[in-house]
């Protein structure tokens, strides 16, 4: 019986040894920036860590100095005040150190940004347009195109006083009903434009965020490099429905990203006739 | 009524009851009236605040429906940005800059009795519409069109308080830099004003020169919705991001005019309990000016995600991450002025190291999202809500807070609970931390600001910072308990009130005369700027 016992805990305890990269895996990524699936996300996440590194070796300098101060020179330890108020060589070392800091950390940031401003030599375009409360995605020259709206099991869920619980609906607040379908492996570029209010575009996983503006057409580029579902959400106050537009992008392998294509592209013909308002407005003018 | 009583009245001429607080012209009672206005905006802000982090205790929606959550956080910054912070520092500015530069009173005391008095009726416009058809405004502060044209019976009202509390600030602005540079007693020269009156100079130009940029702005949304024009609309012509740069023009300004009075009111309080000058007077200066100058080339920072070239990107990161320069000048001098001091630590000191440590954490997030490439992934996520927090709660309201301590028994006469007082600030400093540090967290994670309800993986840390925003609400009410309580009675405040201070409002008796200085300090007493 306690040998039993003891093979459990010792079970349980290896178990949890086995578990814990994976526990402080999942907290980890409660707490900082996700990595990413795209070259330029990953160059993000490494600026957000070496800065973030950068921020902390000049907090411990500060708080160390501020915290050294409270328990040193304090009156009731009989420390007695000097009365020297001013140095300006002091003053001139502790202005030029912070310029060269942030010369030295201009750099990267000046690379990133340029590596994200460059549209050109996309293999594919995408057209992103945001209503209250959905998304629009337009295949560009493929003649695809559908509206993205939240799953209806989040959508029961988040009603006021739904008597449903969150943690039972899976992906909550995250799924939709139609995903947008990416390639992976190919510089798609994205078009983000809006109907009605501005919002904005956001999957963490491919390093940005981009408005959706009405009247505007903005530029942005991804290059997914591993295949999977990455989620996101609309982060630009929109409306009442602002938090419940979510963005689920599907990356697949290229031959099936266009097994997908040819199907759906078979399923819009006879349908984009039919849906599509202002083809039907145009057919009864006639 | 005897013939040297009804002299007597003639002379101070100030009639007692309501009429006296309708009708004062006196700093010091206009000072008090901002204050406890601030204060009452304080707990209402407070209040809505409480809605918002009762609602995200937990992911699901329980309490409120996703319009009214959104007008919580449309108000919430209103009443606590043009309702709280900024009106106080308006009531520390006419308590104290008097008493600072030696003078009898405000340079413009009937204006300052308007200004005030603008106030009252530019919130009772803007908290009614809580009651109007279509709810309260719930656009965002920012009022970004075309979102903001989709406001109910609210949006005139909305615009016409925003007009309101500019025009009183505008009016306060004016009278302060009419005050600074015509009041000061002889012998105070510009180069011996306290921080506190440089800092507040300084934010007075920038109220003055961002002010009316908004009150266009809103304007210009007034005749989009009502009179057929279309500055903002895409279809008429018009562009909706104009509309953000325009906002942003005044909107960097005004966080610098919410900040820049602590700067000062923490270089009053260091010094003071540190029993050492404050080092590098003239480099705080200097620092305050550079800021200020800066946030008028820094605002479209706010707004990187909306499309600008490549050229606007780089030159808008760049002069953003400059601003750490002169604050952390800042920061430093407040440092070398403790390194080799002898410091005593009363609740004012509290606060304003405090202050000091908590406002750093908000620079250094600050840093971060000056970052473009990265702010594209912080960007309205609760990331930015954990920094300028951190900058607004516990830097502004911490400053100011540690200036309530520091001059309570000169304003009453009484001293504080300074057990209450440390009480307050231990009680605050724990729970403000638990509730906005783990929303940095929640950011970089990926939860969006301004959503009512949210994705399961952001449950835990929605509960830790939401138990942490209810026991914040509740100490302030410790706040109020040492005020009453100081205001009704207690140790009989000397004149000099603290160990280490220096400035002419400790030459005054506790509580000091009507009118300030009645004659000019004599020179002798004027000491540097840097005590």
């Known amino acids: ?286 | 009524m005897s013939e040297a009583a009804a002299h007597h009245d003639a002379h101070h001429g100030h009639p007692t009851g309501l009429t006296r607080w309708l009708t004062t012209t006196n700093h010091k009672d206009i000072g008090t009236m901002y204050l406890v206005f601030s204060l009452i905006m304080f707990f209402i802000g407070g209040a809505m605040a409480m809605v918002i982090r009762l609602e995200l205790f937990q992911p699901g929606l329980q309490f409120v429906n996703p319009q009214f959550f959104n007008s919580m956080t449309t108000m919430h910054a209103l009443v606590m940005i043009f309702g709280a912070v900024m009106p106080a520092w308006t009531g520390f500015a006419n308590w104290m800059i008097p008493m600072m530069i030696g003078a009898p009173d405000m340079a413009l005391p009937r204006l300052n009795n308007w200004s005030f008095w603008i106030l009252p009726f530019a919130f009772t416009l803007l908290l009614a519409t809580l009651f109007m058809p279509g709810g309260a405004p719930a656009g965002g502060w920012t009022m970004y069109p075309p979102l903001v044209l989709q406001t109910g019976a609210a949006f005139p009202f909305l615009i016409f308080a925003v007009h309101f509390m500019g025009a009183s600030s505008i009016a306060g602005a004016i009278n302060i830099v009419a005050t600074v540079f015509n009041m000061r007693a002889p012998g105070m020269t510009l180069m011996k004003l306290p921080l506190f009156v440089w800092t507040w100079i300084i934010t007075a130009f920038l109220l003055i020169a961002s002010i009316p940029v908004l009150a266009g702005a809103v304007t210009m949304l007034l005749t989009d919705k009502f009179f057929g024009t279309s500055f903002f609309s895409a279809a008429g012509g018009g562009d909706p991001v104009m509309f953000q740069h325009i906002f942003w023009f005044f909107g960097h300004p005004e966080v610098y005019i919410l900040i820049l009075p602590a700067f000062g009111i923490a270089s009053a309080i260091i010094p003071t309990f540190a029993r050492k000058p404050l080092f590098g007077y003239s480099s705080m200066v200097y620092a305050s000016a550079s800021i200020a100058f800066l946030s008028f080339i820094v605002w479209a920072h706010h707004m990187f995600t909306v499309g600008m070239p490549l050229a606007g990107e780089l030159f808008f990161m760049y002069a953003t991450i400059l601003i750490a320069v002169p604050t952390g000048v800042k920061v430093f001098n407040w440092i070398a002025t403790m390194w080799q001091s002898s410091m005593t630590f009363e609740t004012p000191m509290l606060f304003a190291i405090g202050f000091v440590v908590l406002f750093t954490i908000g620079g250094f997030s600050g840093l971060m999202l000056g970052i473009t490439p990265i702010d594209f992934q912080y960007h309205d996520t609760y990331f930015v809500v954990a920094h300028f927090h951190y900058v607004l709660v516990t830097g502004a309201v911490y400053a100011l807070m540690a200036g309530t301590y520091f001059w309570l028994p000169k304003w009453t006469g009484h001293m504080y609970d300074e057990k209450l007082g440390k009480l307050h600030f231990w009680m605050s400093t724990i729970s403000v931390n638990v509730l906005f540090f783990p929303q940095h967290f929640l950011g970089l994670a990926g939860m969006p600001r301004r959503i009512p309800d949210y994705a399961v993986q952001f449950a835990d840390w929605n509960m830790v910072s939401s138990i942490g925003g209810f026991v914040f609400g509740l100490s302030q009410l410790l706040f109020v308990a040492g005020i009453v309580k100081c205001v009704r009675g207690g140790q009989q405040a000397t004149d000099k009130v603290w160990e280490g201070a220096h400035g002419l409002e400790w030459t005054l008796s506790s509580p000091p005369p009507y009118h300030s200085f009645s004659t000019p300090p004599a020179p002798a007493t004027i000491e540097g700027g840097m005590r």
């Open chain 1, 1 to 286: 019986m306690t040998t039993s016992i003891s093979k459990l805990t010792r079970l349980g305890s290896g178990a949890a040894l086995l578990l814990l990269p994976l526990l402080a895996q999942a907290a980890w990524n409660e707490l900082n920036l996700t990595k990413g699936v795209t070259p330029y996300s990953e160059t993000v996440y490494d600026l957000h860590m070496t800065i973030m590194w950068v921020c902390v070796a000049i907090g411990i300098g500060v708080f160390g100095a501020i915290f050294y101060s409270i328990l040193n020179f304090r009156k009731s330890k009989g420390a007695v005040a000097a009365q020297w108020h001013e140095s300006t060589l002091v003053e001139f070392v502790w202005t030029a150190v912070p310029v060269i800091i942030l010369v030295v950390m201009a750099v990267p940031a000046t690379k990133a940004l340029i590596m994200m401003e460059d549209v050109s030599n996309s293999a594919m375009t995408i057209k992103v347009t945001g209503y209250q409360w959905r998304w629009r995605y337009d295949y560009v020259n493929e003649g695809v195109g559908f509206y993205s709206t939240l799953a209806k099991t989040s959508d029961s869920a988040r009603q006021l006083d739904s008597g449903i619980d969150p943690k039972s609906v899976e992906n909550y607040l995250l799924e939709v009903d139609n995903e947008l379908v990416v390639p992976v492996g190919q510089k798609i570029r994205f078009l983000t434009t809006a109907a009605d209010v501005i919002h904005s575009w956001w999957v963490p996983a491919l390093g940005w965020k981009r408005d959706a503006i009405p009247g505007y057409i903005n530029e942005s580029w991804a290059l997914i490099k591993e295949p999977g579902v990455y989620r996101g959400q609309c982060t630009e106050l929109c409306g009442k429905d602002h938090g419940f537009m979510p963005v689920v992008v599907r990356a697949l392998p290229e031959a099936e990203y266009k097994a997908w294509l040819e199907k759906t592209k078979a399923e819009q013909a006879p349908a984009t006739a039919m849906n599509d308002g202002t083809g039907v407005a145009v057919a009864a003018s006639r």
